[in-house]
């Protein structure tokens, strides 16, 4: 129903900032929540970021806050990450996520349907 693709990944130096990508295929991008989780090498999966339908509403990991923004541009079925003064240990893959209804903030992965293959982001020291 839903197909994700990320981009905007790469190779960074510590403090600096990058923007990630997130593109939907079909029509009712702005029926669904969008979430923004990582998952660095042997670790977990950890929420990052979410933005409801409008983007009127959004919520953050307490480690991110004041430093990354999520966004959304419905017209253009894309929702953005922008993150600022990266650390190290935020080193991973990146993966977008969307979740029905809309009007609702997650931040459990298991209450994500759709998922993205996922970008790599390497912060270097």
């Known amino acids: 129903q839903v197909q994700l693709v990320e981009s905007g990944g790469g190779l960074v130096q510590a403090g600096s900032s990058v923007t990630l990508y997130c593109t939907a295929s079909g029509r009712s991008f702005s029926s669904y929540s969008m979430g923004w989780f990582r998952q660095a090498s042997g670790k977990e999966r950890e929420f990052v970021a979410v933005i409801d339908w409008s983007g009127g509403s959004t919520d953050y990991a307490l480690s991110v806050k004041g430093r990354f923004t999520i966004s959304r541009d419905n017209a253009a079925n894309t929702v953005y990450l922008q993150m600022n003064s990266l650390k190290p240990e935020e080193t991973a893959v990146y993966h977008c996520?969307?979740?029905?209804?809309?009007?609702?903030?997650?931040?459990?992965?298991?209450?994500?349907?759709?998922w993205g293959q996922g970008t790599q982001v390497t912060v270097s020291s």
């Open positions: 996520a969307a979740r029905y209804p809309g009007s609702r903030l997650a931040r459990s992965d298991a209450d994500y349907a759709y």
